[in-house]
């Protein structure tokens, strides 16, 4: 069980509730995250940049990845593979902020879409209003 800064998250999660339309599910991701990252480490895919950061929000500052039961060397491997794709990834995100806060928010919120496109299972880390 991860030890959330539950505060903090839900505080976001309620301000992304306001401002955007669809909204990522912040709470919904906090309670599944250890199955959604262990899935994500086996099928070797990159996970929404906006989880990245949610993932250091737990109560002693120490990212929740590194708390979740997985095989060091394995996640190594990994970690190196999605590499360069984690570098595209962050290139974008600084595209959409440079562009502004609507292309940023755009950029989040897609990326989630795309994850649950690939994953429907996972269908509620979205909600529509």
């Keep these: 069980m991860i030890d959330w800064d539950a505060k903090t998250i839900t505080l976001m999660d309620k301000h992304y509730q306001e401002i955007l339309n669809p909204s990522v599910n912040l709470i919904y991701f906090c309670r599944h995250f250890e199955e959604i990252y262990t899935m994500a480490m086996n099928e070797e895919v990159l996970i929404p940049d906006i989880f990245n950061d949610i993932m250091y929000y737990t109560s002693n500052g120490i990212n929740a990845r590194y708390k979740v039961l997985y095989s ?26 440079n562009k502004g806060l609507n292309y940023y928010y755009a950029f989040m919120v897609g990326e989630v879409e795309d994850f649950v496109k690939r994953y429907p299972f996972w269908k509620d880390l979205i909600r529509k209003y």
Excluded at 74 to 86: A, S
């Design 72 to 97: 060091p060397k394995r996640e190594e491997e990994i970690t190196e593979k999605l590499l360069p794709q984690r570098m595209k990834q962050r290139a974008k995100r600084q595209e959409a902020h």
